[in-house]
């Protein structure tokens, strides 16, 4: 403080203090004031007033309260203590609230009519504020409105050029708006143009720059970091390089800085390496001048003590340690002080509130959608936005659509990847930039020429947190990367320890490379699951090519997922059998994995093992199953491999579900030898129950009726209660497509009590849709619906789309029987869909007779025609008949239909319906040829219903 300034303020009664003041001597004066009393408290008010009276379309009031506010400045805000340390955030902030007035004075003249008056302020004012785009913008649209369009041209290219050279920015949108109006005379600048700006709040002090691209969705996230910011007062973002952590944060902060009173602030952590710098660079982005003799945290902790602010910690994974020491001091010792943190680690301090900001969420390209809905996914909407920055004249059509979503897909959601693809729009088509992207890390290398050099490349990106990881971590993450599709803590230590870590230090590893997001966590119901994303693993597998460990991780990963099938087998069916379900599908590329790597080496007993294992389980995906079960079979040494016997099981079983019928019984016919000759009673029984099926199927009743009895015994001699049931099971399977529905019960009600007993809810399941099915053809259809209703609920439990499919005809044919068209349509309805998406040929033949008959009941006789004729020609392609008593009910039919239609209309729609199965195109069932559908869901093998299907 100055002397004079000093005499003035003590001297009691010194002519201009205000009326009332207090003067005290304790030991010197102290002037006590009301708020108001105070000049700057008074501009505050004011230039409020003026600001919502201009947002109010009053620029005459505007105009007078911001003259008066400006009218109370008669030079510097605190000139006598500017070097003081105290005094410079708020003479910064003050001086920030000026230029806002000021800038508000201005819109309010613009408006009143004073352009040609403003013109020479504007200039001056546009020389000494360069960056500031809204005194730009008011002197273009002042030059405008005073009749020089060509100066305000002018005036524009200067502020582009300032922008460009010096801060490396294109102008703003708005100005960029401005202009365009300017060159077409847009009706736009007859108005206050700049209006919006108007309305904005009085922002508090801060050192936050305007962000160089727009923010793309996020609305979630937003919100959920702001909630997590009025709970705590520090919070760390985490997440993978290129994920858009600082992104986030400066748009959280620019949305919540009216909450603080003090600001929002940065401190900018990334090009620090030394760990003593971090507080000085802290220090530096408040402004604040070190003290000698006192350490800069200290000089912190006073200055931010009583500060109600905002402070941004950027990029804090390199230095990690002193970040957190300074950190909990803060937070400790600052009551008013809240702390944002970005890194890809937690700072693990007391009173943190740690949150992982995940990628993006992509659509499906395997699952098509409108494009013109396209931009609601995040992801999308951030590729189109910077494609048109790439190029402006560049569209989202229905034709490059598809490419687009295969883009944001193969980039995994990661902003900084879909910013780098969408810049190679440039130089190629988006179907040429997804195309390259299978090499991630070498494709996408034009980053922004002024990005921090982490930024620059998605390999950059990587690299960066890679080598945040100590010896241990970075080797265990080139191990998990021999993993595909995900993996749990049980198959990392026994697949990647060893050489380095211990098995029981693989958890204490895996930990710290998740909390560093190098991995991700997924909590499902079968248990926790950990996955790299294939942009990460790509380096990590490069990284573990380096370590020359791929060989002997690759067999030990086979290892471990042939003694997962192994173990299945058994556990598919029992009690738990759903989360194993659920398991097996967790781990499905890592079964193929597993598979492919067996293949190549011509290790037979593992590739036998994995598909004559879990034959259950390639049920749901059959082509598959049946390709690899014929490649396992076919190698070098198939033919002595113990599990050869399983594997032609499975075979058989795929080729039955696939109703390859002759294929079934060679494969059948082979195991049944293996078991012979190895004297394995339960293989035996398998085969056998296999070669029942077969010849029911086909119609030999008598045949099927001996092996199913000889596959019974068999079963019982082995004491395997899975196998018995199952035999039980089908034998009264063939019992009731006999039409011997009294035998039927016996052997059901036995396969069902041994289904519930093994906890094998799939074959309760089954069970009791068959008991519904014998009940309906005993005409009693209201019981019969009960049990198809227990045993949808089940299915649906299950996720099994094939008893789903099965179970909903059959509620199909009960609502035929009780004269209700629209309940059966429904139900026809659902399980064709369950059909279709299996592809299963002779469920879809159910379903469309069902419709057929429905058709019939609705006296729509050509579509009924049609119907027919498709489902009999799927069965002929099929060899599988009718039983007796629905070709006797389907014939009864058509003979109607013949005598409702003239002859060579019949004959006509009857071929059409040929046809169309023939080219497996369901126009009438569905609008969906089959040709086209995905393998996929829960295939299981339901076959409660599908033999004999009672539709009235």
């Known amino acids: 403080m100055s002397r004079s300034c000093a005499r003035y303020l003590t001297h009691p009664r010194r002519k201009g203090l205000p009326n009332h003041s207090s003067l005290r001597v304790n030991p010197g004066y102290l002037i006590a004031l009301?708020?108001?009393?105070?000049?700057?408290?008074?501009?505050?008010?004011?230039?409020?007033?003026?600001?919502?009276?201009?947002?109010?379309?009053?620029?005459?009031?505007?105009?007078?309260?911001?003259?008066?506010?400006?009218?109370?400045?008669?030079?510097?805000?605190?000139?006598?203590?500017?070097?003081?340390?105290?005094?410079?955030?708020?003479?910064?902030?003050?001086?920030?609230?000026?230029?806002?007035?000021?800038?508000?004075?201005?819109?309010?003249?613009?408006?009143?009519?004073?352009?040609?008056?403003?013109?020479?302020?504007?200039?001056?004012?546009a020389a000494q504020f360069p960056v500031r785009e809204r005194l730009r913008g008011q002197l273009m649209l002042a030059l405008y409105r005073a009749g020089r369009q060509a100066d305000a041209l002018e005036a524009y290219r200067a502020a582009r050029r300032h922008l460009v050279e010096h801060l490396g920015l294109e102008p703003g949108e708005e100005l960029r708006e401005l202009e365009r109006e300017i060159l077409s005379g847009g009706a736009g600048l007859k108005g206050t143009h700049l209006a919006a700006v108007a309305a904005t709040p009085v922002r508090p002090p801060g050192n936050l720059s305007s962000p160089l691209t727009s923010f793309v969705g996020r609305r979630s996230e937003l919100a959920e970091l702001k909630r997590l910011l009025e709970l705590a007062r520090l919070v760390t973002v985490t997440g993978m390089g290129g994920a858009g952590k600082t992104r986030l944060a400066l748009q959280v902060a620019g949305e919540v800085?009216?909450?603080?009173?003090?600001?929002?602030?940065?401190?900018?952590?990334?090009?620090?390496?030394?760990?003593?710098?971090?507080?000085?660079?802290?220090?530096?982005?408040?402004?604040?001048?070190?003290?000698?003799?006192?350490?800069?945290?200290?000089?912190?902790?006073?200055?931010?003590?009583?500060?109600?602010?905002?402070?941004?910690?950027?990029?804090?994974?390199?230095?990690?340690?002193?970040?957190?020491?300074?950190?909990?001091?803060?937070?400790?010792?600052?009551?008013?002080?809240?702390?944002?943190?970005?890194?890809?680690?937690?700072?693990?301090?007391?009173?943190?509130?740690?949150?992982?900001?995940?990628?993006?969420?992509?659509?499906?390209?395997?699952?098509?959608?409108?494009?013109?809905?396209?931009?609601?996914?995040?992801?999308?909407?951030?590729?189109?936005?910077?494609?048109?920055?790439?190029?402006?004249?560049?569209?989202?059509?229905?034709?490059?659509?598809?490419?687009?979503?295969?883009?944001?897909?193969?980039?995994?959601?990661?902003?900084?990847?879909?910013?780098?693809?969408?810049?190679?729009?440039?130089?190629?088509?988006?179907?040429?930039?997804?195309?390259?992207?299978?090499?991630?890390?070498?494709?996408?290398?034009?980053?922004?020429?002024?990005?921090?050099?982490?930024?620059?490349?998605?390999?950059?990106a990587v690299d960066w947190s890679y080598n945040l990881l100590s010896e241990p971590e970075r080797r265990l993450l080139a191990r998990v990367s021999i993993f595909a599709g995900g993996f749990t803590l049980e198959a990392a230590e026994a697949v990647c320890s060893g050489y380095g870590i211990p098995n029981e230090g693989v958890v204490d590893v895996l930990t710290a490379v998740v909390n560093k997001s190098m991995v991700q966590v997924d909590e499902a119901r079968e248990g926790t699951r950990f996955r790299v994303l294939e942009t990460i693993a790509q380096y990590a597998r490069e990284r573990l090519a380096e370590l020359g460990e791929e060989g002997r991780l690759l067999a030990r990963h086979a290892s471990f997922f042939r003694a997962l099938a192994e173990e299945a087998e058994v556990e598919l069916h029992r009690e738990d059998q759903f989360l194993w379900w659920r398991r097996l599908q967790a781990e499905h590329d890592n079964l193929r994995k597993a598979f492919k790597w067996a293949a190549e080496r011509g290790q037979a007993e593992t590739a036998l093992t994995i598909t004559g294992s879990l034959?259950?389980?390639?049920?749901?995906?059959?082509?598959?199953?049946?390709?690899?079960?014929?490649?396992?079979?076919?190698?070098?040494?198939?033919?002595?491999?113990?599990?050869?016997?399983?594997?032609?099981?499975?075979?058989?079983?795929?080729?039955?579900?696939?109703?390859?019928?002759?294929?079934?019984?060679?494969?059948?016919?082979?195991?049944?030898?293996?078991?012979?000759?190895?004297?394995?009673?339960?293989?035996?029984?398998?085969?056998?129950?296999?070669?029942?099926?077969?010849?029911?199927?086909?119609?030999?009743?008598?045949?099927?009726?001996?092996?199913?009895?000889?596959?019974?015994?068999?079963?019982?001699?082995?004491?395997?209660?899975?196998?018995?049931?199952?035999?039980?099971?089908?034998?009264?399977?063939?019992?009731?497509?006999?039409?011997?529905?009294?035998?039927?019960?016996?052997?059901?009600?036995?396969?069902?009590?041994?289904?519930e007993r093994l906890g094998d809810n799939e074959g309760a399941a089954e069970a009791t849709g068959l008991l519904g099915q014998i009940l309906s053809q005993q005409g009693e259809w209201d019981t019969a619906a009960k049990m198809f209703e227990r045993s949808l609920k089940l299915a649906g439990e299950l996720d099994d789309l094939e008893s789903t499919g099965w179970c909903s005809a059959a509620l199909g044919a009960v609502a035929i029987h009780n004269g209700d068209g629209d309940q059966a349509e429904a139900m026809f309805r659902t399980a064709l869909n369950s059909f279709r998406t299996l592809d299963m040929k002779l469920g879809i033949a159910h379903s469309l007779e069902g419709m057929a008959m429905i058709a019939c009941l609705r006296r729509n006789v050509e579509k009924a025609v049609l119907l027919f004729g498709f489902s009999e020609r799927l069965r002929e392609t099929m060899g599988i008949p009718l039983s007796h008593k629905d070709q006797l009910l389907h014939d009864a039919h058509v003979e109607r239909l013949h005598r409702e239609l003239e002859p060579d209309r019949f004959g006509e729609l009857w071929t059409r319906g040929s046809f169309a199965a023939s080219r497996r195109c369901l126009h009438l069932g569905a609008g969906r040829g089959v040709e086209d559908l995905p393998v996929g869901g829960r295939r299981k093998r339901s076959q409660a219903l599908k033999h004999q299907l009672i539709l009235t």
């Open 34 to 125: 009301r708020p108001e009393q105070l000049d700057s408290v008074r501009f505050g008010v004011l230039a409020v007033e003026g600001r919502n009276a201009l947002a109010a379309g009053a620029p005459e009031v505007a105009l007078d309260k911001l003259r008066e506010a400006l009218g109370l400045w008669r030079g510097e805000a605190l000139a006598d203590f500017r070097h003081y340390q105290f005094a410079q955030s708020e003479t910064a902030r003050l001086e920030e609230l000026r230029i806002q007035a000021i800038e508000m004075r201005l819109e309010a003249e613009l408006e009143l009519g004073h352009a040609a008056e403003l013109v020479g302020e504007l200039e001056a004012l």
């Open 257 to 460: 800085a009216e909450h603080y009173e003090d600001g929002v602030w940065l401190a900018e952590l990334g090009d620090i390496h030394d760990p003593a710098l971090v507080p000085v660079a802290i220090a530096s982005a408040l402004d604040l001048q070190e003290t000698p003799d006192r350490p800069v945290e200290e000089t912190l902790v006073e200055a931010l003590r009583l500060r109600s602010m905002l402070l941004i910690l950027d990029n804090c994974e390199h230095v990690i340690e002193p970040c957190a020491a300074l950190a909990e001091k803060l937070v400790s010792r600052c009551t008013n002080l809240t702390l944002l943190c970005t890194s890809r680690e937690t700072l693990g301090v007391a009173g943190e509130v740690a949150w992982q900001l995940p990628p993006l969420i992509t659509p499906d390209p395997t699952d098509p959608m409108p494009f013109e809905r396209l931009e609601e996914w995040d992801s999308v909407q951030l590729f189109v936005r910077r494609a048109r920055a790439a190029v402006p004249s560049w569209r989202l059509t229905e034709e490059n659509a598809r490419w687009v979503t295969e883009i944001c897909a193969q980039a995994e959601g990661i902003p900084l990847a879909i910013e780098l693809a969408a810049a190679r729009v440039k130089v190629m088509t988006v179907e040429e930039v997804a195309r390259r992207l299978d090499d991630k890390l070498g494709f996408l290398t034009a980053g922004a020429r002024r990005a921090p050099s982490r930024h620059k490349t998605l390999r950059s």
């Open 615 to 755: 034959w259950w389980f390639w049920g749901a995906f059959p082509a598959e199953g049946r390709r690899l079960v014929s490649q396992a079979l076919a190698l070098p040494g198939a033919h002595r491999a113990p599990a050869r016997a399983r594997a032609l099981v499975a075979a058989a079983s795929l080729a039955f579900l696939h109703g390859d019928y002759d294929d079934a019984a060679e494969r059948s016919e082979a195991a049944l030898a293996v078991g012979r000759k190895l004297g394995d009673e339960r293989l035996i029984a398998a085969a056998t129950i296999w070669l029942g099926s077969i010849a029911r199927d086909r119609g030999s009743y008598g045949r099927a009726l001996t092996l199913h009895e000889q596959g019974l015994a068999l079963s019982r001699k082995s004491g395997d209660l899975w196998l018995t049931a199952r035999s039980l099971y089908s034998l009264a399977l063939l019992s009731n497509t006999r039409g011997a529905y009294a035998n039927s019960m016996e052997p059901l009600q036995e396969a069902l009590a041994l289904f």
